[in-house]
C-alpha cells in the first residue's frame, strides 16, 4: 500500500508529461547531472535523458537552471542538440541525442590522432562561437564536459556556469569556483585573484586556457595539474607552438580559439587533414559544382580505415546517397558508399542503403549502371532473395540488349553474382531467354564470356533441360570463328561432363569436338585433346557396366538369307572364331547361289500377293507393271549389283570409294534402314542393268517370251542355266559373256534407261506391239532411235554416287 502512494504522489510530482523512458544509467565524471539512456516513447528511438534532483542538490540548482536555457537558446552544430525538457520544483530532465562521454574514449585511449585532431577541430568552432558570435564564457571546458554523438562528432555541453561578457552579474563571477572539480581546471589568475578577474581580461582568456588542457589531455590520457602542460611529448609536433600559446601564464598573450583555428588550417598544417575536410565538405555535397565534387570524393575515396566509422555512416553515408541518387555524384561517389556500407550491420545495410540501390537499378544512366554492377558482389550477401529476385533481376535484365557493348559485358558478368539468388523459374526462363542472345552476339568477347557464364552456372540449371540447353549452347561456340570462345567452348565441356548422359557423350559431343583435334590454333588443339580425354574415360568407365552382348544365345547368328546345310554343320561343330569366319563366307555363297537361281518366276514370300497374270493378248495385265520383289538382304543384293552394274576394267577401287565426298543425305538413316527400301528402287528400275534384264525375261508371259527368243536367236545367250543351291555357278562364264557384250555392243540387247521399261515389255515385244497402250509407245520410241551406246558406257563406268545403298554395307559392317 505504502508502494501504491509513492507512486502516485510522484506521478502527481510529475508535473507535464515528458515523453520518453529511462534507460541504463552512464558513468560519468564528477557532474551535478545524473545521465541516462533513454528511448523515445512514439518511435522508440535512441537518446540521451540529464536529470537533475533538486531535493537531492538545491545548492546546485542555479548551475541546472542556467545549463538549461543555455541549451535551450544556444544553437550550434557543435553544441549538444536538446529533444525535450521537463522542469518541476523537484526534477528537471533534459532530453537530448543519444551521447557517450568523451572521457571514455579518451581514459582507454581509443582515439586516432586523426580522429583526435578532428575532434578538437569541432570543439575550436564551436568555442570561437561561443567567445565571437555568442560573446560568452564558457568556463567549463573539459574533457567531462564533451560528449560523442551517434555519428561520432563531437558536441559541447557543461554549460553550467555559460555566461555572457555583456551580463555585469553574470553566473560565473559567483558561481564559477562551485563547478565541481573546477580547480584543477582553474587558470593561474584566477586561482590567485578570483574569477573576478575574467573582467580585466580578454574574455576568451579562459576557455583557451582550458582547451589547451583539453588538448594535453586528450592526446595523453589524463591530467592531474598544471604542472603537467609543459609535457608535450604525445602532442602532435605540428600543433605544439600553437598549444603553447593556449596556455600562456599570461591571459594577455593567450591565442584565443579563432586565431588556433586560422593556425591549423593553414597548408601542411594540423588541421589540414583529409578527415577535416571532409566534415567541411559533405554538408553542402549536393550544391558543390562538379570540379569541386570530383575534388572531395577524391579526397574521400583516399581516406584510411582508421577514421570514426560512426561518423561515415551517420553523416557521410546519407549525404553521399542523396548525391548518387540526386546530386550527380555519379559512380565515384557511388564507390565511396560501398566502402563505408562494408562495414555496416546488416539492419543499417538493409535501412540506409538496400531501397536506394533499387531505385538505382531502375537509373537509365550507363555509368550508374556498370558502376552497380561492378559493386554488386559487394552487397549481394546483404541483399534478401526476394528483393534480387523480384526487384532487381527485372531492372538488370535491360542490360542484357543495350547498345553498349560494356553495359551487355557487365549484365553478362554479373549472372555469376546474383543466380544463388535467383529463383529456379528465374533461371530456366528469362534468364537463359537473355543468355541465348548474348551468345549470338556481335562482340566475340561477350560470346566467348556467354560460354563461361553456362558453364560457371550449369549446377542451377534444372535438371529437365540442363543437357540439352549445355550442348546446344557449346556446339555451336564450337564453330565459333573466334578462337578464345571456341576455347571456352572446350574447357567447359570439359568441366560439364558430368551432366550429359553416356549417349551424349559417345554420339554427340565427342563427334562435336573431334574436328578441334585438326584445328588450325594450336591452343585449341591442345585443349580439344583434354576434353576429348576427359570424355573417353567417361565413356570407358560407362563400358565396364555394359554386357558383352544382347543377343540371346538362340539367335546369335543373324539371318540374311536360308543358310547351307554345310555351313549349318560347321557353325554347330567349331567355336565361335569359327562361327564369324562361317558367317562371311555364307554370306559370299549366298550371292554367288542368287546370281544363278534368278531363273523362273518369282512366288509371293508369304504375304498373299497374287503372281502376274498374263492377258488374252499376250501382255500383262494392268496388276501386273509391278516387278516382283528380290530378296533384301543387305550384303548380297548389295554386291551382286555392284558386280553387274560396274565394269570391271573401269571399277573404282574401294580406297576411292571410302574417300570421295559424300553426297548430300535427306536423313541420317543408317545403312540398315536404307537396304530395307531397295524393292521401291527395284520396282522403279527395273532394266537398269544386265541383272535387270535377265529378271525381265525370265518374268515375261508365255508369248512374250517366245517372240524374245526369236528375234533374238542370231545373239549369244546372255542367261545363265538354272542351278540349285548345292550346284556351282559358272560365274566365269558369266563374266567372259558381259566381256563379249562391251567387244561388240551392236549386237548386244538394246535395254531400256532406269524407269521407262515395263515389266515383261522387252525391246523386241515393245516393238512388235505399239497399238494397245500410248504409254509403250512414248517408252519405246528412245529405244527405235537407237541410242548411241557411248552414252550408255559414260553412265557405266563413271563412278557413281550410292543411290541406290550399294555402298551401304560397308556403314553396315
Known amino acids: 500500500m505504502d508502494f501504491l502512494k509513492s507512486a502516485v504522489a510522484s506521478a502527481i510530482a510529475k508535473g507535464p508529461p515528458f515523453p520518453y523512458n529511462f534507460g541504463d544509467k552512464v558513468d560519468l565524471d564528477p557532474s551535478i547531472w545524473t545521465l541516462y539512456n533513454g528511448t523515445r516513447r512514439e518511435d522508440g528511438s535512441n537518446c540521451s535523458i540529464f536529470s537533475f534532483d533538486i531535493s537531492a542538490n538545491r545548492s546546485a540548482l542555479p548551475l541546472a537552471k542556467n545549463a538549461l536555457k543555455k541549451l535551450r537558446t544556444l544553437r550550434h552544430p557543435g553544441v549538444i542538440k536538446v529533444l525535450d525538457t521537463v522542469e518541476t520544483d523537484s526534477y528537471i530532465y533534459i532530453a537530448t541525442e543519444r551521447l557517450v562521454p568523451l572521457s571514455w574514449h579518451v581514459k582507454r585511449k581509443s582515439l586516432s590522432p586523426e580522429t583526435a585532431k578532428w575532434g578538437l577541430y569541432s570543439v575550436a568552432k564551436t568555442l570561437k562561437f561561443i567567445n565571437g558570435d555568442a560573446s560568452s564564457i564558457h568556463g567549463n571546458l573539459k574533457v567531462a564536459s564533451i560528449y560523442t554523438s551517434e555519428s561520432g562528432e563531437w558536441k559541447l555541453g557543461g554549460f553550467e556556469v555559460l555566461s555572457n561578457v555583456k551580463d555585469d552579474d553574470a553566473l560565473i563571477y559567483r558561481y564559477g569556483s562551485v563547478v565541481p572539480d573546477s580547480g584543477r581546471y582553474t587558470p593561474p589568475e584566477l586561482a590567485n585573484g578570483g574569477w573576478d578577474v575574467i573582467k580585466k581580461s580578454p574574455h576568451h582568456a579562459v576557455d583557451s586556457y582550458d582547451f589547451g588542457i583539453l588538448i594535453y589531455e586528450v592526446f595523453n590520457g589524463s591530467f592531474l595539474g598544471s604542472d603537467q602542460l609543459g609535457q ?3 602532442i602532435p609536433p605540428s600543433m605544439q607552438a600553437s598549444y603553447k600559446r593556449l596556455i600562456n601564464a599570461n591571459p594577455k598573450a593567450r591565442l584565443s ?4 583555428l586560422e593556425q591549423g588550417l593553414r597548408t601542411g598544417a594540423f588541421f589540414d587533414s583529409p578527415l577535416i575536410k571532409l566534415t567541411e565538405g559533405v554538408d553542402n555535397l549536393g550544391v558543390k559544382s562538379e570540379t569541386e565534387r570530383e575534388a572531395f570524393l577524391e579526397d574521400l575515396d583516399q581516406l584510411s580505415d582508421d577514421f570514426p566509422e560512426d561518423f561515415f555512416k551517420m553523416k557521410v553515408l546519407p549525404e553521399l546517397l542523396k548525391s548518387v541518387e540526386f546530386g550527380g555524384g555519379g559512380p565515384k561517389a557511388f564507390g565511396v558508399v560501398m566502402k563505408i556500407a562494408t562495414k555496416l550491420s546488416n539492419e543499417d545495410f538493409d535501412t540506409k542503403v538496400t531501397p536506394v540501390v533499387i531505385r538505382l537499378f531502375g537509373n537509365p544512366d550507363r555509368a550508374i549502371r556498370v558502376c552497380l554492377l ?16 523480384d526487384k532487381i533481376f ?9 547498345l553498349a557493348p560494356i553495359v551487355r559485358e557487365q549484365t553478362l558478368k554479373s549472372v555469376l553474382v546474383i543466380i544463388s539468388k535467383l529463383s529456379d523459374r528465374t533461371i530456366n526462363g528469362d534468364l537463359l531467354r537473355y543468355l541465348a542472345k548474348t551468345a549470338n552476339d556481335e562482340q566475340p568477347g561477350i560470346r566467348t564470356n556467354t560460354t563461361i557464364c553456362l558453364g560457371k552456372i550449369a549446377k542451377y540449371l534444372g535438371t529437365s533441360n540442363r543437357a540439352k540447353v549445355l550442348i546446344a549452347a557449346f556446339t555451336r561456340s564450337l564453330r565459333d570463328p573466334f578462337v578464345h570462345a571456341r576455347n571456352a567452348a572446350l574447357m567447359a565441356l570439359a568441366v560439364t561432363v558430368e551432366y550429359f548422359s553416356d549417349e551424349d557423350c559417345a554420339t554427340r559431343l565427342i563427334p562435336a569436338v573431334s574436328p578441334l583435334l585438326i584445328d588450325k590454333e594450336k591452343l585449341i588443339r591442345d585443349q580439344a585433346n583434354k576434353t576429348i580425354d576427359v570424355y573417353l574415360q567417361r565413356i570407358r568407365k560407362a563400358q565396364q557396366d555394359m554386357p558383352e552382348t544382347v543377343i540371346p544365345p538362340e539367335t546369335a547368328q543373324p539371318r540374311m538369307s536360308t543358310p547351307q546345310p554345310a555351313e549349318a554343320v560347321a557353325a554347330s561343330s567349331s567355336g565361335s572364331g569359327a562361327v564369324a569366319a562361317a558367317w562371311a563366307g555364307w554370306a559370299i555363297s549366298s550371292f554367288t ?16 500377293a ?14 501386273s507393271t509391278t516387278t516382283p520383289k528380290r530378296p533384301t538382304s543387305s550384303s548380297a543384293s548389295a554386291l551382286h549389283r555392284q558386280a553387274l552394274k560396274s565394269p570391271a576394267p573401269t571399277t573404282p577401287s574401294m580406297g576411292d570409294s571410302f574417300f570421295a565426298d559424300p553426297e548430300p543425305q535427306e536423313d541420317d538413316a543408317d545403312a540398315w534402314g536404307d537396304m530395307g527400301d531397295m524393292d521401291d528402287d527395284t520396282a522403279a528400275g527395273a532394266g537398269d542393268d544386265n541383272w535387270g534384264t535377265s529378271s525381265e525375261t525370265l518374268s515375261q508371259p508365255a508369248s512374250a517370251s517366245a517372240k524374245r527368243s526369236v528375234s533374238s536367236s542370231s545373239k549369244p545367250a546372255s542367261t545363265s542355266t538354272p542351278f540349285g543351291d548345292d550346284d556351282e555357278p559358272d560365274f566365269a562364264g558369266w563374266l567372259a559373256a558381259q566381256a563379249e557384250k562391251k567387244k561388240n555392243p551392236l549386237a548386244a540387247p538394246k535395254t531400256l534407261p532406269k524407269g521407262l521399261a515395263k515389266t515383261g515389255t522387252g525391246a523386241g515385244a515393245g516393238t512388235a506391239k505399239v497399238a494397245p497402250t500410248t504409254t509403250v509407245v512414248k517408252k519405246t520410241l528412245p529405244i527405235s532411235k537407237k541410242p548411241a551406246p557411248a552414252t550408255v558406257k559414260k553412265i557405266d563406268t563413271k563412278p557413281k554416287a550410292d543411290v541406290d545403298g550399294d555402298d551401304g554395307w560397308g556403314d553396315g559392317w
Do not use: Y
Not at 561492378?374 to 529476385?389: A, E, F, G, T, W
Open 232 to 234: 608535450t611529448k604525445s
Open 257 to 260: 580559439a579563432a586565431h588556433f
Open 374 to 389: 561492378d559493386n554488386l558482389s559487394l552487397m549481394i550477401d546483404r541483399l534478401p532473395q526476394k528483393v534480387v529476385n
Open 394 to 402: 527485372p531492372q538488370i535484365v535491360a542490360g542484357f540488349t543495350d
Open 593 to 608: 547361289n542368287k546370281l544363278s537361281s534368278a531363273a523362273g518366276e518369282m512366288q509371293p514370300n508369304g504375304s498373299g
Open 610 to 623: 497374287p503372281s502376274p497374270v498374263p492377258s488374252a493378248s499376250g501382255l500383262p495385265t494392268p496388276t
